[in-house]
């Protein structure tokens, strides 16, 4: 950790930070893939996707709505106001996209962010045409019934979540590669590289000419995509990365 040193930041840098579970570990939320991680003791399939939904939506509904009773217990850590910190610096040369569903972010205070994912904390109906379809709602009592239903006309709620096979919002999709192709700084954070159209984003931001770094605790699967490794915990490394006073 010691050789970690504060970035610098141009007038002209243009910044996108990605983050995923890893930098919400600290504050005590299970990440996927490390050991003890989600994904070894959920089946993905049946817990995140359209088919394991409708299979059984009182188990995904079960499992949802213990990651939520979880998340409103835990709190920010330094990582996440570390980007709160960068954010005010760099105002709108950055853009936060984040593959976390635990709010936490803008708990923190970020504001520039797009939530790829979703957020664990809305739901929206199943019903296509719905307008609870388009509009997703907060319902921090969704969880008191085991199966929510839609406000607007009653049908099965789910999730605002984004699910293996399904596509991401259309709009935070175009957000973001915008952001990557105009950005000179890429950051990606706590992420294992694992799960696209994430995954990909270091790859197009260096093929747009941005400086890629990566903060994670392991080495992930997209380890090549990046120009610098900074080993170690979010909560630990970004609050000196980020510190410098120049921007
Ligand atoms: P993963 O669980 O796949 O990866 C977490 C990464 O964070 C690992 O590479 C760890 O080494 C690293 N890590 C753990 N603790 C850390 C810490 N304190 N500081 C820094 N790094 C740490 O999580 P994601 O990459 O976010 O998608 O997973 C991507 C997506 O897969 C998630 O958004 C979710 C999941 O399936 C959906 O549910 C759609
Ligand atoms: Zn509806």
Known sequence: MSSTRPMTFSRTDFVVVLTGAGVSAESGIQTFRDAGGLWEEHDIYEIASPEGFRRDPRKVWRFYAARRDQAKDCHPNPAHRALVALEQRLGDRLLLVTQNVDGLHRRAGSTRIVE??????????????????????????????????????????????????????????????DAVQRCTVFVAIGTSGAVYPAAGLAHAARRAGARTVLVNKDPAENLGEFDIFLQGKAGETLPVLFDASDA
């Open 116 to 177: 790829m994912h979703g957020n664990l904390f809305r739901s929206k109906c199943t019903a296509i045409g719905c307008d609870g379809y388009h509009v997703p709602w907060d319902d921090p009592k969704s969880h008191e019934p085991e199966m929510p239903v839609c406000p607007h006309c009653g049908s099965l709620a789910r999730p605002d979540v984004v699910w293996f096979g399904e596509l991401l919002n259309r709009r935070d999709l175009r957000t973001v590669e």
